[in-house]
């Protein structure tokens, strides 16, 4: 008894003057030993001896680690300190007003938002997310999850390769900040005029994979086109007009039987705006096949050819002007083949469709213009009546 007395003395020595410490606990129990009493501030700290540490932690407010607020959870349990932070979401966009928060995409998005970069009213198929690391290290590596009703029931994953929507992931579908953002468009395959919402969690190594993100959400876009026809003469680039179209050979540019070729004064000119990536076609018909005349029932046949070869007779278009906003996100406009040609090679104004411009991608501010070329044959009768309707169709390929 008397050698268990000492023992006991000399441990509470070494607690008094080791741990000046105040814990905030009214028992610290053991096994074989209880200290009664002892009381800690509340900043917590590292009390060190020769062969024992003591970590005492700020916040234990209760035994249950789930301590919420709104939008916070404070953790208590030891394990927690080594998960990744939570991230956050920086931006998450489909179409804009011109302006963006996201920070390190392309400097058309910058500048102008995802209409920038999508055309029309913003993109329909596609989205732009950035991440806010949250402190966390640049080798981080950052799960996205999308849902159409806000994670009730529909939740899917964006592939870490693909970048569109899938039901399952893995470790592949972790990426890293700068990989996912090197993307333009890092979600692809959506469905247009749908709400989509966002989350993201990070990870940095094993069994540290941080709470979801707060959610974001972003609404794609329909599709969109602008068409609209003028006319004027080769000089009205900027030339808006309104309906009835109508061009005539007259005056100096009478269709006379067995003279040369002519050209009307006056072109069509075609308006083009599209968002629909896999580009447009612009095809045209005609009602006659060609000039028709009621009063004589004569109709000078339209046909792909050149109107300069000896009695050659016929009508038909030819590419004049092509313009469009050049970007890399967006395409081109080509005349095809039959309509491109020069002097008096023209391409046929069927019954059937036929396509006289290509665009291989969304087109932004495009603007063609073609002439009309006629000559009639030795063998037909004046009138003042010949004449063709043509129609213009816009045709986006999405």
Partial sequence: MKSANIFKVCLSVLLLSVFPLIVFAEELDSTNYKIVGAKTSSGGGLGDSTNYSLINSVGKISANPRVYST?????????????????????????????????????????????????????????????????NPSDTLYGIQISTDNFSSDIKY??????????????????????????????????????????????????????????????????????DIDIAISTGIDTETAPPYTISFATATELIPGAFATTASTLVWLDIDSSSVGGVSIIQYGKYGGLYSPTTSQTITSDTEDLDENLAEG????????????????????????????????GAVSTTANKIYSGDGPIKDGRVAMYLKARAGVDKQAASDYGEEIYFVLVPLY
């Fill in 71 to 135: 939008n916070y959870r404070l953790y208590q349990e030891p394990s927690f300190a080594f998960l990744a932070a939570q991230p956050t979401i920086q931006c998450f966009e489909t179409d804009t007003d011109g302006s963006t928060a996201c920070t390190s995409g392309p400097p058309e998005l910058l500048a102008g938002g995802m209409v920038a970069i999508c055309g029309g009213d913003g993109c329909y198929d596609k989205a732009r997310f950035e991440i806010s690391a949250s402190s």
């Fill in 315 to 346: 009508f038909g278009l030819q590419s004049y002007y092509i313009d469009y906003y050049s970007s890399s996100y967006f395409g081109e406009i080509t005349a095809e083949t039959n309509y491109s040609g020069t002097l008096n090679s023209v």
């Fill in 158 to 227: 964006i592939d870490g390769s693909t970048f569109r929507p899938e039901s399952t992931y893995d470790i592949n579908d972790f990426r890293t900040e700068t990989v996912w953002e090197t993307e333009d468009f890092n979600i692809q395959g959506l469905t247009p005029n749908t709400t989509y919402y966002l989350r993201i969690s990070a990870l940095h190594g094993d069994f540290t994979q941080s709470d979801n993100s707060i959610v974001a959400n972003a609404t794609t876009t329909t599709g969109s086109i602008e068409f």
